[in-house]
């Protein structure tokens, strides 16, 4: 652990497939730290009791989705070509993960997960329905004021609005098997939409979802709020 502090702050863009998609949020970061040990990096650590590897994950992923553009930020003791940091993270990761890119970021910069304002999925349904019945759906729940939702959550029922977590929706493509729709859902410190309780209130059922990327706000638009009302959506592309 260096007293000086971290010299360098990694952002990490990486996908999660089907061979890891069903364990959790923690066995991630256990599974980073592993993968950042035997790649040799000079990982900071933090000054708690027992000290941890500084890492940072910009949002949970759930049991079973799969994705492309997770986001993780590691912070080093000491600065390192980012073409032999991606060799070396490229040489020891396991099946599961893909890491897609190896960026530098400022040292100063604010948290990985207070910066997360959106998350583009993709979903594949069964198309029980025509897509003009699936447009009239879609096009219901975008105009709606509200929608009233209740998710048990640790043996409590709550109830929230699914509509202000809904940013966009659209059929990105549909045939007489399957379907697959695109969303754009609030993913910040407030709320995270869920696709499974889109999904629900379409009465649809899903085959796979796949979270595609992670949309950041950047730093100078941190303070500004989200309107309390929604405004207005676009629907299907």
Same mark, same amino acid.
């Given at each position: 652990?260096?007293?000086?502090?971290?010299?360098?702050?990694?952002?990490?863009t990486?996908?999660?497939?089907?061979?890891?998609?069903?364990?959790?949020?923690?066995?991630?970061?256990?599974?980073?730290?592993?993968?950042?040990?035997?790649?040799?990096?000079?990982?900071?650590?933090?000054?708690?009791?027992?000290p941890?590897?500084?890492?940072?994950?910009?949002?949970?992923?759930?049991?079973?989705?799969?994705?492309?553009?997770?986001?993780?930020?590691?912070?080093?003791?000491?600065?390192?070509?980012?073409?032999?940091?991606?060799?070396?993270?490229?040489?020891?990761?396991?099946?599961?993960?893909?890491?897609?890119?190896?960026?530098?970021?400022?040292?100063?910069?604010?948290?990985?997960?207070?910066?997360?304002?959106?998350?583009?999925?993709?979903?594949?349904?069964?198309?029980?329905?025509?897509?003009?019945?699936?447009?009239?759906?879609?096009?219901?729940m +975008?105009? &709606?004021?509200?929608?009233?939702?209740? #998710?048990? *959550?640790?043996?409590?029922?709550?109830?929230? $609005? @699914?509509? %202000? /977590?809904?940013?966009?929706?659209?059929?990105a493509?549909?045939?007489?098997?399957?379907?697959?729709?695109?969303?754009?859902?609030?993913?910040?410190?407030?709320?995270?939409?869920?696709?499974?309780?889109?999904?629900?209130? +379409?009465? &649809?059922?899903?085959?796979?979802?796949? #979270?595609? *990327?992670?949309i950041?706000?950047?730093?100078? $638009? @941190?303070? %500004? /709020?989200?309107?309390?009302?929604?405004?207005?959506?676009?629907?299907?592309?």
């Amino acid at each position: 652990m260096d007293p000086i502090g971290p010299r360098q702050r990694l952002r990490i863009t990486f996908g999660r497939g089907d061979p890891i998609k069903y364990i959790t949020h923690l066995d991630i970061m256990r599974l980073w730290e592993r993968l950042l040990r035997r790649a040799r990096l000079p990982v900071s650590y933090s000054t708690a009791q027992p000290p941890r590897p500084r890492l940072a994950l910009a949002a949970p992923l759930a049991v079973g989705v799969t994705s492309e553009g997770e986001l993780l930020d590691v912070f080093m003791d000491a600065r390192l070509p980012l073409v032999q940091l991606s060799r070396r993270l490229a040489a020891e990761g396991p099946l599961g993960i893909t890491v897609a890119q190896v960026q530098e970021v400022g040292l100063g910069l604010p948290s990985l997960q207070s910066l997360v304002r959106l998350s583009e999925y993709r979903v594949t349904v069964q198309a029980s329905v025509s897509i003009s019945e699936m447009e009239q759906r879609i096009a219901a729940m +975008l105009a &709606a004021p509200s929608l009233p939702r209740q #998710r048990l *959550r640790e043996k409590e029922t709550r109830s929230y $609005d @699914l509509r %202000p /977590q809904i940013d966009s929706l659209w059929i990105a493509n549909w045939d007489s098997a399957h379907g697959v729709l695109g969303m754009l859902l609030q993913t910040d410190e407030r709320a995270a939409g869920r696709p499974d309780e889109v999904l629900s209130a +379409l009465g &649809a059922e899903a085959e796979a979802i796949h #979270r595609v *990327r992670l949309i950041l706000a950047p730093p100078k $638009d @941190l303070e %500004p /709020q989200r309107a309390s009302q929604p405004r207005r959506h676009r629907g299907a592309a």
